[in-house]
């Protein structure tokens, strides 16, 4: 079954993504959940911690009291004051702390805790209201007060219901966090426990992708190869078979398409030389003309395979050098994959839009440039292709002015080929312009020739360049330094203009711009309506 490799990448890549959602989805409720328990571990460690220094802090006010009505005398009076503050500030920070793991637990359990907290602070603060009066006693000296005070909290119960309440707490929240430190601890083991089969999976997923799109790309990558080296080896009757790519398999019909179009000039040749050869007594001098015509025409096919060889030679290399790296190469993140299938079929459309010029250059030098001819109105034509190529001017900050005299004038021609030549010339101004420069595109008339010229104010070129600017893959020094391309641009263009029997002309300075006009015959007996 065919399909497009774009769309076999844009689906494998889907795949890939939504395992990676999978995984960060994981690892998300994973770590909030890891979180809230470290957050309820702490809380449970801090209430724990303030029970016992509370536990601890009034067993110290009770020393003090014992001692200092004992001794008929305040003892450490400082102290005295100072544990009464951190008794009543502790027990604050433990209701605080409470209500936290309440709001975090979201659970009632808490609230009962508060409750034994409250009763709690009710035999702290008959302990320290006993401890106040004893206090008030001695500094009166009245050590029979203090006694009595002592013996009546003692009486009371307060530091026996005080204790027990602590004790229950201190046992229950010991409790608690040993909980909480078993579910933190089991689910750091789940983590990583789950981990490594969720990277493993993630891998093979990849590899086996990777593995898929290098096999499928390096067969079709193969078989394009071997029908090159076949056309520069000079078979043309190889043919190149279906593959399962639409997109490589439309470059394999262009090949193919190219072979016989090659193959069909061979045959035509081949009876051209036999004819000659019957009437070679007859005929010297129109035999004579005829093998120079022969001859330039082999020359040419000769030079057009060697240029095909050179050409497709790199995309080629290009193509089979990223699958193979891809193949071979460790197992790569999906941004690498990425980078080199999008290198893979920049290179298949290159070579694509390359084997379209120059099955238009060999249609036209064989005298077949099979042309859609019909009335075109030029000016129209050139005010679309400013247009279309307007964005790219505003982006470069270049200016395109139209400069439209004979807004009627039209040819008989082929409007999609002749906006081709226009597009080139204009997209050549703007590759050699500078920012701020201006690009004129000018329509008038000369006799019987409607005259197109493009002008610009660029990095210019020499008399020696304007003479070969015209030849297959030739491109100047300063335009190879200034921007990329082929060299193909002009040579389809000239092709063009000359099948619809006119003439183009380029000239130039270096650093002063050039200028790129088109010859076309006027079509006399029709006008455009402006």
């Keep these: 079954m065919k399909t497009r490799f774009s769309r076999k990448l844009h689906l494998a890549f889907g795949a890939m993504l939504l395992v990676t959602f999978a995984l960060a989805w994981y690892f998300y409720d994973s770590v909030n959940w890891f979180e809230h328990d470290v957050e309820r571990i702490t809380i449970a460690n801090s209430i724990l911690n303030g029970h016992r220094t509370l536990s601890t802090r009034t067993a110290q006010k009770l020393n003090l009291i014992e001692e200092s009505v004992s001794a008929g005398i305040i003892k450490d009076l400082p102290l005295w004051h100072d544990n009464v503050k951190v008794l ?6 433990i209701r605080h702390l409470l209500t936290e793991e309440s709001a975090l637990r979201r659970i009632e359990g808490a609230m009962g805790e508060l409750d034994v907290l409250n009763e709690m602070e009710v035999q702290l603060e008959a302990i320290i209201a006993a401890g106040e009066n004893i206090r008030t006693a001695l500094e009166e000296q009245k050590p029979e007060d203090a006694i009595a005070e002592a013996e009546s909290l003692q009486n009371s119960g307060a530091t026996e219901i005080f ?12 409790r608690e966090l040993q909980e909480a430190n078993s579910e933190s601890i089991s689910l750091a083991h789940y983590i990583t ?20 799109f290098s096999r499928s790309l390096t067969r079709s990558v193969n078989v394009l190869h071997r029908g090159a080296q076949a056309f520069t080896n000079d078979d043309l009757n190889h043919r190149i078979p279906e593959l399962n790519e639409i997109e490589f398999e439309e470059l394999g019909e262009a090949f193919n398409a190219m072979a016989r179009q090659l193959a069909d000039q061979r045959a035509a040749m081949r009876d ?30 000769r030079k057009l395979l060697a240029d095909i060889s050179h050409e497709f030679r790199t995309p080629l290399t290009v193509i089979r050098g990223e699958s193979e790296i891809a ?29 379209d010029d120059l099955l238009f250059i060999a249609r036209a030098d064989a005298g077949e440039p099979r042309l859609d001819i019909r009335p075109v109105s030029i000016s129209g034509l050139l005010s679309s292709t400013c247009t279309d190529l307007g964005a790219r001017a505003e982006q470069a900050e270049i200016k395109i002015e139209q400069n439209l005299q004979d807004v009627r004038a039209v040819v008989m021609g082929d409007a999609g080929r002749l906006r081709q030549v226009f597009s080139i010339l204009i997209d050549n101004a703007l590759r050699y312009s500078k920012r701020g420069d201006t690009v004129l595109v000018s329509l008038g008339r000369n006799d019987k020739e409607i005259v197109v010229s493009v ?12 003479r070969l600017a015209f030849k297959r893959f030739f491109r100047g020094g300063k335009a190879q330094g200034h921007a990329r391309g082929t060299g193909l641009g002009l040579p389809v263009a000239k092709a063009i203009v000359e099948a619809h029997k006119g003439r183009i002309a380029l000239e130039g300075k270096p650093d002063e711009g050039a200028l790129a006009t088109v010859f076309l015959p006027a079509e006399e007996k029709l006008q455009a309506v402006a």
Excluded: H
């Excluded at 204790?163 to 229950?168: K, P, Q, V």
């Excluded at 089969?197 to 093979?204: E, K, N, P, V």
């Excluded at 001098?285 to 001859?295: D, F, G, P, Q, Y």
């Excluded at 999008?342 to 839009?353: V, Y």
């Design 88 to 93: 009543r500030t502790t027990i604050i920070e």
């Design 163 to 174: 204790n027990e309440l602590m004790a229950e707490t201190l046992a229950a929240r010991a």
């Design 193 to 212: 426990g789950v981990l490594p089969l969720f990277m493993l999976m993630l891998a093979g997923f990849t590899a086996t992708i990777a593995w898929l």
């Design 272 to 301: 051209s030389n036999i004819r000659l050869e019957a009437i070679v007594e007859e005929r010297t001098r129109a035999l004579k003309t005829s093998n120079e015509v022969l001859e330039l025409a082999d020359e040419n096919r």
């Design 327 to 355: 193949l071979r190469g460790k197992v790569k993140t999906r941004a690498e994959y990425q980078e080199t299938l999008k290198r893979i079929m920049e290179q298949a459309d290159q070579t694509t839009r390359l084997v």
């Design 455 to 466: 002008r610009d104010t660029g990095i210019g070129l020499t008399k020696e360049e304007s």
